[in-house]
C-alpha cells in the first residue's frame, strides 16, 4: 500500500497519511474488548482530525444535520434537569455518540469498510469468549493487568459476565457479535476464515445460552428468525420455532416437557411469569420501574428530568430501591431526556435502518445485512434493559449505525469520495 494517497475533498486534493485513512477507527473497534478508554481516545483524535478537514461538509446530509440537532438536544436536557450537577456528566452517555455517527458514516462507505470493521470486532470478541469461557470452566475472578497498567477484569459470578458488569450486557454484546460473524459468513469467505467464523459461532452461541439472559436469548432468537425469514430458509425458521415452542411449554409445566428441556432453558422462562418462581422478583422489580418511569414522564413529557435521575429518585424510595436504570431504553430517554428527544432518536434510529434494509435489498451484501441484525438486536433488547449506558455497546452501535449510514449513501450515490473507498480487500488467513 503506498504510504499516502490523493483524496477528494471540497478543499481540493489532499494527501492522507496511510493511519488517517481508516486505521484510527479500526484500532479504536479493535480495542473495545480490552478498555474503553483507548478506543475513545482513537476516536477522538480521528473524529477532531476529520471535523477540522471537512468542516460544515460533514453534515450536508439530513441525519448528520438530525443528530447534530439531537446531540443540542442533549446538552438542553441536562441544563434543563432537575438537578444539572447530576445530569450534565449523565450527558457524556450520549452527545459524544451523537457527533461520531457523521464521521463514521464517511469513513466507512463502501464494502471494504464494512467488511473491515465486521472483521475487527469479530476478531475482537475473542478476547470476551475467552474471559467468559474461564468464568465458566475456571472460575476466572479479577483484574488483569499488563504491567502497572490495568487492562480488564473478570466479574467471577455465577453467570459469566466476561469483562462487563452485568451478564445481560455480555448476552448483547455476544448477539452483536453474531450476527457479524454470520454476515462474513454468508459473503464466503476462504477456507481459513470460515474455520475460525464457524468457531466463533459455535462457541459464541454456547456463552450466550450460558449467560441465562432471558433478554439476550430473546433478542437473539428475534434477528435469528428474521434472518431466516430474509434467506427463505424455511427448514431453520421451523426448528428454531419448535424449539421455542418446546422451552415455552416446559416453562408452562405442560406435563412430561420438563424431562427432555434443559432446566436452564425452562426455568428462566418460568422466572419470567410464574411468582413462586425462585427469581420471579426480577420481573417484579422491572415492572415497578416502568410504573416508576411513566410517571416521571407524565409529570415532565417535555424536558425530562435530567441525566441521571431515574437512579436518584428511584433509589430515594422508601424503603430504598436500587435499580441504575428502569430496564427499558425507551421509557429511560423518555423519563430523562423528555418524549421530544425519545421521538428525534427513533426518528434517527428507524431512517437509517430503513435505509440500510433498502441498500441490503439492492446489494444482498452479507456483512450489511450481519450489521442490520446487529442493530435489530440492540434495538429489540431495548424493550428490558439499557446497555446503551455501557460505553463499549454504545461505540460498536455508534459504529455500526455510521457502517449502515454510509452503506445507505453510497445505494443513493450521495456518498464523498473518501478515503476508505480506495482501500483493498483485507483477507486474513
Same mark, same amino acid.
Given at each position: 500500500?503506498?504510504?499516502?494517497?490523493?483524496?477528494?475533498?471540497?478543499?481540493?486534493?489532499?494527501?492522507?497519511?496511510?493511519?488517517?485513512?481508516?486505521?484510527?477507527?479500526?484500532?479504536?473497534?479493535?480495542?473495545?474488548?480490552?478498555?474503553?478508554?483507548?478506543?475513545?481516545?482513537?476516536?477522538?483524535?480521528?473524529?477532531?482530525?476529520?471535523?477540522?478537514?471537512?468542516?460544515?461538509?460533514?453534515?450536508?446530509?439530513?441525519?448528520?444535520?438530525?443528530?447534530?440537532?439531537?446531540?443540542?438536544?442533549?446538552?438542553?436536557?441536562?441544563?434543563?434537569?432537575?438537578?444539572?450537577?447530576?445530569?450534565?456528566?449523565?450527558?457524556?452517555?450520549?452527545?459524544?455518540?451523537?457527533?461520531?455517527?457523521?464521521?463514521?458514516?464517511?469513513?466507512?462507505?463502501?464494502?471494504?469498510?464494512?467488511?473491515?470493521?465486521?472483521?475487527?470486532?469479530?476478531?475482537?470478541?475473542?478476547?470476551?469468549?475467552?474471559?467468559?469461557?474461564?468464568?465458566?470452566?475456571?472460575?476466572?475472578?479479577?483484574?488483569?493487568?499488563?504491567?502497572?497498567?490495568?487492562?480488564?477484569?473478570?466479574?467471577?459470578?455465577?453467570?459469566?459476565?466476561?469483562?462487563?458488569?452485568?451478564?445481560?450486557?455480555?448476552?448483547?454484546?455476544?448477539?452483536?457479535?453474531?450476527?457479524?460473524?454470520?454476515?462474513?459468513?454468508?459473503?464466503?469467505?476462504?477456507?481459513?476464515?470460515?474455520?475460525?467464523? !464457524?468457531?466463533? %459461532?459455535? @462457541? #459464541?452461541? /454456547? *456463552? =450466550?445460552?450460558?449467560?441465562?439472559?432471558?433478554? &439476550?436469548? +430473546? $433478542?437473539?432468537?428475534?434477528?435469528?428468525?428474521?434472518?431466516?425469514?430474509?434467506?427463505?430458509?424455511?427448514?431453520?425458521?421451523?426448528?428454531?420455532?419448535?424449539?421455542?415452542?418446546?422451552?415455552?411449554?416446559?416453562?408452562?409445566?405442560?406435563?412430561?416437557?420438563?424431562?427432555?428441556?434443559?432446566?436452564?432453558?425452562?426455568?428462566?422462562?418460568?422466572?419470567?411469569?410464574?411468582?413462586?418462581?425462585?427469581?420471579?422478583?426480577?420481573?417484579?422489580?422491572?415492572?415497578?420501574?416502568?410504573?416508576?418511569?411513566?410517571?416521571?414522564?407524565?409529570?415532565?413529557?417535555?424536558?425530562?428530568?435530567?441525566?441521571?435521575?431515574?437512579?436518584?429518585?428511584?433509589?430515594?424510595?422508601?424503603?430504598?430501591?436500587?435499580?441504575?436504570?428502569?430496564?427499558?431504553?425507551?421509557?429511560?430517554?423518555?423519563?430523562?431526556? !423528555?418524549?421530544? %428527544?425519545? @421521538? #428525534?432518536? /427513533? *426518528? =434517527?434510529?428507524?431512517?437509517?435502518?430503513?435505509? &440500510?434494509? +433498502? $441498500?441490503?435489498?439492492?446489494?444482498?451484501?452479507?456483512?450489511?445485512?450481519?450489521?442490520?441484525?446487529?442493530?435489530?438486536?440492540?434495538?429489540?433488547?431495548?424493550?428490558?434493559?439499557?446497555?446503551?449506558?455501557?460505553?463499549?455497546?454504545?461505540?460498536?452501535?455508534?459504529?455500526?449505525?455510521?457502517?449502515?449510514?454510509?452503506?445507505?449513501?453510497?445505494?443513493?450515490?450521495?456518498?464523498?469520495?473518501?478515503?476508505?473507498?480506495?482501500?483493498?480487500?483485507?483477507?486474513?488467513?
Amino acid at each position: 500500500m503506498a504510504s499516502s494517497a490523493a483524496v477528494e475533498s471540497s478543499e481540493g486534493t489532499q494527501r492522507i497519511p496511510p493511519f488517517w485513512r481508516q486505521g484510527w477507527l479500526l484500532g479504536a473497534a479493535a480495542l473495545i474488548p480490552v478498555n474503553l478508554a483507548p478506543s475513545l481516545l482513537l476516536v477522538l483524535l480521528g473524529i477532531g482530525r476529520s471535523y477540522l478537514r471537512w468542516g460544515w461538509e460533514v453534515f450536508r446530509d439530513p441525519l448528520h444535520r438530525l443528530a447534530l440537532g439531537l446531540s443540542l438536544g442533549v446538552v438542553a436536557v441536562a441544563l434543563l434537569g432537575q438537578d444539572w450537577q447530576l445530569s450534565l456528566p449523565g450527558m457524556f452517555n450520549y452527545w459524544p455518540f451523537l457527533l461520531m455517527m457523521p464521521v463514521f458514516a464517511r469513513v466507512l462507505v463502501g464494502v471494504v469498510g464494512r467488511r473491515r470493521l465486521a472483521q475487527v470486532l469479530v476478531l475482537g470478541s475473542w478476547l470476551m469468549l475467552l474471559l467468559g469461557w474461564g468464568e465458566v470452566l475456571w472460575g476466572w475472578q479479577g483484574d488483569l493487568f499488563l504491567g502497572p497498567i490495568w487492562i480488564t477484569g473478570v466479574a467471577g459470578g455465577e453467570r459469566p459476565a466476561a469483562a462487563f458488569t452485568s451478564p445481560n450486557i455480555l448476552a448483547i454484546y455476544l448477539v452483536i457479535t453474531l450476527c457479524l460473524a454470520a454476515g462474513l459468513w454468508l459473503d464466503q469467505p476462504r477456507t481459513g476464515w470460515r474455520i475460525w467464523l !464457524g468457531a466463533t %459461532l459455535g @462457541l #459464541g452461541s /454456547l *456463552l =450466550l445460552i450460558l449467560t441465562a439472559s432471558r433478554n &439476550g436469548w +430473546g $433478542a437473539g432468537a428475534l434477528v435469528l428468525l428474521l434472518g431466516l425469514g430474509l434467506r427463505r430458509c424455511w427448514w431453520g425458521l421451523g426448528i428454531l420455532i419448535g424449539l421455542g415452542s418446546a422451552s415455552l411449554v416446559a416453562a408452562l409445566d405442560w406435563p412430561g416437557w420438563r424431562a427432555v428441556v434443559p432446566r436452564l432453558l425452562w426455568s428462566r422462562l418460568a422466572d419470567t411469569f410464574d411468582p413462586q418462581a425462585t427469581y420471579f422478583s426480577s420481573t417484579a422489580n422491572r415492572v415497578d420501574a416502568w410504573r416508576f418511569a411513566l410517571e416521571m414522564v407524565r409529570e415532565r413529557p417535555l424536558t425530562g428530568w435530567g441525566w441521571q435521575s431515574f437512579a436518584d429518585l428511584y433509589n430515594a424510595q422508601n424503603p430504598p430501591e436500587l435499580l441504575g436504570h428502569c430496564h427499558n431504553l425507551y421509557l429511560h430517554l423518555a423519563a430523562e431526556g !423528555g418524549i421530544p %428527544l425519545l @421521538l #428525534g432518536y /427513533l *426518528l =434517527l434510529w428507524g431512517w437509517i435502518l430503513l435505509q &440500510g434494509l +433498502g $441498500a441490503w435489498r439492492q446489494s444482498q451484501e452479507g456483512v450489511l445485512l450481519g450489521i442490520l441484525l446487529a442493530l435489530g438486536a440492540l434495538f429489540a433488547s431495548g424493550l428490558l434493559d439499557v446497555v446503551i449506558l455501557d460505553g463499549r455497546i454504545h461505540l460498536m452501535a455508534t459504529l455500526l449505525l455510521g457502517a449502515v449510514l454510509g452503506a445507505s449513501q453510497e445505494r443513493q450515490g450521495t456518498a464523498p469520495e473518501t478515503e476508505a473507498t480506495q482501500m483493498p480487500r483485507l483477507d486474513l488467513p
